[in-house]
């Protein structure tokens, strides 16, 4: 699995934009490509699912759209994706209420490569539910794997990434405006 402190691997994914629920809506493509050279100078949050039309992923999916501005705020782009591909994630954003009109980007490795390479494969041939915290230079500073029952929390991806950004050492369930810790 990848690490702590290392580099994302080169990878060329194709991704739905938010808002988006068909392939072209208002003569723009709703695709478009993933790799390192998109969101230069941004923080990444990378979310792995297991599958689309499942019913633990949803809920995950909902709960980071809920704090997607708050991702935005800390200049942190929202990428959640599995290895279905890009049709069945707009498929997916159609059928269900909680997707629709998604407001973050959808990733699709229909080949798991990108997932194969960061070691986030299940033996069940699906995501494991993993989060990676990428800083702006491609190198990630925070996973989470979870196993593929067990949803994970937003709400602490985002308490990870603001606490990453503080510049300092964080005590336990730290949250911004809190002090930091003095060596």
Known sequence: MIGIDQKLPEFNLTMVLPGFNEHSENNQSAFEQFNLDSFPGKWKVIYFY???FTFVCPTEIIDFARLQK???ANDAVLIGGSTDNEFCKLAWRREHPGLN???HYSFADPSG?????LGLMSEANVPYRATLIVD??????HITVNTLDVGRSPAETLRCLQALQS???TACDWQPGKELISA
């Open 136 to 141: 702006p230079q491609n190198i990630v500073k």
């Open 70 to 72: 708050q991702f935005d």
């Open 113 to 117: 490569l990108f997932t194969r390479s």
């Open 50 to 52: 297991p599958k689309d």
């Open 101 to 103: 009109r998604l407001n």
């Open 167 to 169: 510049g300092g050492l």
